[in-house]
């Protein structure tokens, strides 16, 4: 069964009680269970992780492709607007990644507006809420299979 990488970024722990009027109430695991159970009904494993910390995000990025992984869909969460070195790890890598917000960045504060990592990504999905990594999913799959 081909993989697929769900990376979420620092406090993405906190979904479900960060700031619940932008990000929801849904909890983090609660999404991953949604999102596997979707996976899984397309004939794909979806492995989930997150990390407070950019090295660490970076190393599963890497392991991604290492391990033979079909694609990532990714929410870097602050990250997105500074982090050189994560967008570097997204470029080493061949494998598609998709970036997910679940809010939409380019209505927030202007420091939010820009994406460093953007231009290394197949796409890039913003401000549908929990619903972009369903979306995210669904473009993996599809580019795993050469539709897009």
């Known amino acids: 069964m081909k993989k697929i990488l769900l990376l979420n970024g620092p406090n993405l722990n906190r979904l479900g009680k960060r700031e619940p009027e932008i990000y929801g109430h849904t909890t983090l695991q609660q999404l991953e269970a949604g999102l ?35 694609g990532i869909i990714l929410n870097p969460g602050a990250f997105t607007h500074y982090s050189y070195a994560l967008r570097d790890g997204v470029a080493s890598v061949t494998l598609p990644v998709i970036e997910v917000h679940i809010s939409n960045i380019h209505k927030r504060e202007s420091f939010r507006h820009h994406s460093v990592i953007a231009a290394v990504t197949t796409g890039q999905i913003v401000g549908l809420g ?6 995210a999913l669904n473009a993996i799959i599809n580019h795993i299979k050469g539709r897009v």
């Open 36 to 70: 596997k159970e979707q996976a899984e009904a397309y004939g794909y494993q979806l492995v989930c992780a997150q990390s407070n910390h950019e090295g660490e995000l970076i190393d599963y990025i890497h392991s991604a492709e290492d391990e033979g992984y079909g």
């Open 130 to 135: 929990l619903y972009g990594y369903e979306l």
